[in-house]
């Protein structure tokens, strides 16, 4: 109640002007008031001590002369009361003190800290009922000091005491009152702290006279981590000063990092707000396929989580390594792994949708390095159930529904990030070794496209009902510029005779002379402009990647695939090692995830191409001589302790598995699953025998099992595949004949590219499996004798067709030379461009019948893709020169195959025109409406242009043509995607040539 | 002093005000017209070849034009031909305006400026002009119109082996190697195989006129044609301050986002997070 009335008076204003006051005057002042309450002090004192020294902490016990109980008899209220008026008038005196000469304390501090007043003062209280009121006061009290002293009061240990004195007293409190004033009084601390580290030193050194070691500040914080509200925020911030002075300060690192719970807490804390987060979502629209901050701010689980993960992500940024560190550990062991990992493999859709959409959230809302690379090594490296996280979501972008546009979202933000160990991991990896293109042709990857054939190449495959020739359609019209260049009479001041006579003497002349008019394209040239930027940012963004890919760095017979998994987490192990054993989480497994298996990925890709082929696939596989699949392999128990703790953190929310919906989407999609798995169990026990004893596995028992799979006997002579043999020979046929194509016209190459395609199409999957024999080159057995030995014992079987599968798969004559380093794998030696390229084709390759956002978001991935600088990329993506292995489909491929599908519908349908010109309108409108918003609520930045035509807010309905008619929208887009593309090829041209420094 | 050229005609730095200013998400905006990047235009009655070659949409072909003569400055550029300055007009991105300064040799402290003619039908048409403001005396230089033969070097034109920047550097050799055969000056030729001594004398009054008519108004009014003025530190000084202390940076001029990217992967390796210094911070 002192406390109140010294805050009260204060803040009333009656506060006594003290200014000009003679100090010593103040002193005289200070001392009487001083002697009048030592004498009530000492009245009630069961000691009657009349000295100044007091009982050590260890004798006050604060719990119970907090319960109320009077120890010492009745204090009259009279005293009670002049002891407050006292006290209140003292405080002034000493906060308006101002410090002595050359930072001295002044008269009445120094008075304050020999009679340690503070102290005493805060034992008088004790004695008394020391309510949750009386700490509020208190901690008021304090806050006031504190912040309005003219001098530093915190060096003296004397004022520093009581004060902690008094923060732990209120530590088991729970009243949110005194909370909030504890808060706030723990984050002017850490302000003075961040101010003046030589305080810091003191305030460990209290603790330690206290008998513990802790950094009481801090840990009377860390329970407020995740609060939400004003409260939590001010903790947060708090929290954040002390994080950025650990990062200069080894002893308040390592106390934080090695005695205290806040990483657990904080990493643990996002699982337990995770789970509190709906784990389904009302989708508003079909259009709706990520979280924009509208949608997740009306969500407030969504805002608190997003709370933590940005407390986290300024810690990752601010605080000590150590810290940072430990931190991001336990954030992939405590949250990623248990609890986000499984999330992603829940069994509905709608639920695996959701965390995607969440996973997709986070990504974008975290952007410190260091945690953002714990997501994406988790995305990239971890397995759930043996697969990869990352093939599990690639396999996801061909699910129908929202779960498939959902994942194009993410892919759009993953690729976004310019982050070369996506993309490496995504694409790069398939390209380096150059198995994509004939050898010859290594050369072309870095060659520049002078001349925009390319482009002109790209632009060439625009439908005829969306020629801009023939009917450019009247809102392009609008949009046209006259580029005139006699309007401009160039020359019309030219003064000298000499020069027009030059200009005009030759007949062929230079051309600046040309005066006839043209109607061009205008939305073109925002497409180069987009382009432009696309990829001068995109190539600033990639100087800090380690490789050119370019053909020749990373060297092509030098890809190294597998053994990706524990190097780049080592340092979270070392982290977690410094932490004691009793905080420590079980450290990563590395027993259980041994296996580089190459071909897990190959296995996700066949899932994607089953989409597609699944029928043809069943019949002429020999599925009945597949061995039983292995039972799952057991896990390591303290990982199966992990997952149950994390099932518990997040509150049954998985039980579900038991309640499980009557849904035929989930049947199948587990149905799929277990086929995947099935799979893969029949690849694993050579890969895991060998794996134990051979430093090199992966090739030779995934040959084996490819050949167990369907042996190329079966190939040649089965007759359920007596189809093939003809349909290779004339693909190859037909391959050459598109080589020689390629420099005719385009438009008549493309009957012959469909034709092509339509082969591809069927032969493209299965290649993967069969090992088309279509190379007539390079029939080498490759795999050195004594490795085969090796396996013999596991595939006495099938070793007799060891060198035939292996002369089909050798697609080239440098493949011997690439297996010599022994580093081989089918990635080598089947030319692949990945599950990532092959599956956002074959939605491509489905665009007439994709929603126009799915559309949007597919033609916003893919020109994110051709706008990256790398030349393996940029070539495969791009240059329509390059002549690629029969088994490659390129993006010209598919776009020429969807040309031919606008044409033959716009064959049959003689209404599309005007559909065509009504959905035009349509999409003009929709832009311009989010132009508008844009330029409104500027500031919000997108990662890329392909997103701005994709935000939330939903466009008018159209009126004259039903969204439905998604072959007519997909041809519009088709049209502008086109343009797009050679726009992206033009600018490359230019801009990838360019040097960027000097 | 030493004459300063006004323009800044170093070709590095023309490039980079070639990215035109236009508004940043204006789709429906139509953008300024892009300063060198100067529209161009073909004539529709432009023959069948050049729609065979460069696409079959007439209204895309004054794109590829642009773009192929754009990549042939990036060609220019990335040379750093000793000695040549060009920059492609503002009204056409045909017509480019250069200045070449030759260093020792007969023509010595020679600064020829000079016009390069591309045909519109490029890069499939016959080879590019070089045409001096003033005509050299020079056995190559047309004593008349100022233009080099350049066809000598270049018969026939062949698109991805022929390059402009290979006319820059043919025009430049031609003052460090003479040649007679076949001359579009005769007198020069004739002079320079009978008597060296007039012939020298001739080539300094000639580079002496040459270098007198610097500072005369470019002979095509054009924004960006290049013109000399004599050296004033007002003007002069500070630009050459920054010339000499000038690094681009890439970020420099790049308004707005920080984007940058990420990688922890290792030099030399192809593997994700293979760096060993995890985790690295940019």
Known sequence: MMASMVANGNRDGQSLVLKGVDPETCMIVFKNHWAQVVKILEKHDPLRSSSSTLPSMGVINLSSSSSGAQRFGNIPGDEANAVQNYVEHMLFLLMEEESGQAGAMGPILEFVVMENVMERLFVWSLRREFTDDMKLEQLKMYEMLVGQAQQPLLHHKPILRPLMMLLSSCSSTAMPEVEAELVLLLHQLCCILAKDLSILELFFHTSEDQGSTNFLIFSLLIPFIHREGSVGQQARDALLLIMSLSAENQRVAKHIAENTYFCPVLATGLSGLYSSLPTKLDIPSEEWHCLHREDWLTVPSLVQFLNSL????????????????????????????????????????????????????????????????????????????????????????????????????????????????????????????????????????????????????????????????????????????????????????????????????????????????????????????????????????????????????????????????????????????????????????????????????????????????????????????????????????????????????????????????????????????????????????????????????????????????????????????????????????????????????????????????????????????????????????????????????????????????????????????????????????????????????????????????????????????????????????????????????????????????????????????????????????????????????????????????????????????????????????????????????????????????? | SRPLVDNEEQSGHGEQRASPSRLPFGKKQLPPIPKTVAPITKPMSTGPPVQSTNGTHASYGPFYLEYSLLAEFTLVIKQKLPGIYVQPSYKSALMWFGVIFIRHGLYQDGVFKFTVYIPDNYPDGDCPKLVFDIPVFHPLVDPVTGELDVRRAFAKWRRNHNHIWQVLMYARTVFYKINTTDPLNPEAAVLYEKDVQLFKSKVVDSVKLCNSHLFDQPKIDDPYAISFSPWNPAVHEEAKERMFAFKRRPEDHHKGTQVSGLSWVKPGSTQPFSKDDNPPQS
Not at chain 1, 637 to 665: C, P, W
Not at chain 1, 811 to 831: C, D, E, M, T, Y
């Open chain 1, 310 to 998: 940005e407390f986290c992500n300024a810690v990752t940024q601010v605080a000590h390594p150590d810290i940072r560190d430990q931190l991001l550990s336990y954030i992939y062991n405590g949250f990623l792994v248990p609890v986000l990992a499984p999330a992603l493999h829940k069994l509905t859709l709608e639920e695996v949708m959701t965390t995607t959409a969440y996973l997709d959230l986070f990504l974008r809302s975290v952007s410190e390095p260091a945690l953002l690379q714990t997501f994406l090594s988790f995305i990239l490296l971890h397995r759930h159930e043996s697969v990869h996280i990352l093939d599990t979501l690639i396999s996801r972008i061909n699910t129908p529904f929202q779960l498939g546009t959902v994942s194009l979202a993410l892919f759009r933000t993953l690729i976004g990030l310019y982050c070369e160990d996506v993309m490496l991991q995504l694409v790069l990896r398939y390209l380096i070794p150059c198995n994509h293109i004939m050898l010859s042709q290594r050369r072309v990857v870095r060659e520049r496209d002078c001349y925009s054939i390319s482009a002109a190449r790209i632009l060439a495959l625009t439908p005829s009902c969306c020629s801009p020739d023939r009917s450019p359609p009247p809102l392009r019209q609008l949009d046209s510029i006259l580029f005139s260049k006699g309007a401009d009479t160039p020359h019309k001041l030219s003064s000298t005779a000499e020069e027009t006579n030059l200009l005009s003497d030759d007949g062929s002349g230079n051309s600046c002379t040309i005066g006839s008019e043209i109607y061009l394209d205008v939305s073109y040239l925002h497409y180069l402009y987009d382009a432009r930027r696309s990829i001068s940012s995109c190539t600033r963004a990639c100087q800090v990647w380690s490789a050119l890919y370019d053909g020749e760095d990373p060297p092509p017979d030098r890809y190294e695939p597998g053994v990706l998994e524990e190097s780049g987490l080592k340092f979270r192990q070392t982290a977690l090692r410094k932490v004691p054993p009793s905080l420590a989480l079980p450290p990563r497994p590395s027993v259980p995830r041994p296996a580089p298996l190459p071909t897990v990925g190959q296995l996700e890709l066949e899932w994607d191409d089953s989409y597609d082929v699944c029928s043809v696939q069943v019949d002429t596989t020999p599925v009945e001589n597949k061995p039983a699949p292995f039972p799952p392999a057991e896990l390591p128990k303290h990982i199966q302790d992990m997952r149950r703790t994390a099932t518990m953190l997040v509150k049954g929310s998985y039980i579900e598995e038991n309640e499980f919906q009557d849904d035929v989407m989930v049947y199948n999609l587990v149905a799929k699953k277990d086929t995947t798995d099935a799979d893969r169990m029949e690849l694993n026990p050579g890969l895991l025998q060998s794996n134990e004893n051979h430093p090199s596995p992966a090739e030779a028992p995934v040959q084996h099992a490819l050949s167990l799979k369907l042996p190329p006997s079966v190939v040649a002579d089965d007759g359920s595949n007596g189809l093939d043999s003809p349909k290779t020979k004339k693909q190859v046929d037909c391959n050459a004949i598109v080589q020689n194509a390629a420099a005719a016209s385009a438009e008549r190459s493309d009957d012959l590219l469909a034709q092509y395609e339509e082969l591809l199409r069927t032969l493209d999957s299965e290649a993967g499996k069969k090992q088309v024999k279509g190379d007539g080159e390079a029939k080498k057995p490759v795999t050195p004798r004594q490795e085969e030995d090796e396996e013999d014992m596991d595939f006495t079987c099938f070793s007799a067709e060891t060198p035939e599968a292996e002369k089909v798969s050798a697609p080239f004559g440098s493949v011997h030379k690439l297996r010599k380093s022994g580093s081989a794998s089918r990635i080598q030696s089947v030319p692949f461009t990945g599950p990532f390229v092959s599956v956002l084709l074959s939605r491509l390759e489905n665009m007439l019948s994709n929603s126009l956002h799915v559309n949007l978001l597919l033609t916003g991935i893919l020109a994110q893709l051709a706008a990256y600088p790398q030349p393996l990329l940029r070539s495969f993506l791009l240059n329509t020169n390059l002549v690629f292995q029969p088994t490659v489909r390129s993006l010209y491929q598919v776009l020429a195959t969807v040309k031919n599908q606008i044409d033959e519908q716009a064959a049959r349908r003689k209404e599309l025109p005007e559909l065509i010109t009504a959905a035009q309108h349509w999409l003009l409108a929709r832009e311009t409406l989010f132009m508008e918003n844009e330029q409104s609520s500027s500031g919000s930045s997108s990662p890329f242009d392909g997103a701005r035509i994709l935000k939330n807010s939903p466009p008018p309905k159209p009126k004259a043509i039903s969204l439905d008619r998604t072959e007519v929208f997909a041809t519009v887009l088709f049209t502008e995607f086109l343009k797009e593309l050679a726009a992206i090829a033009q600018e490359h041209s230019i801009l990838s040539y360019i040097p960027m420094e000097e």
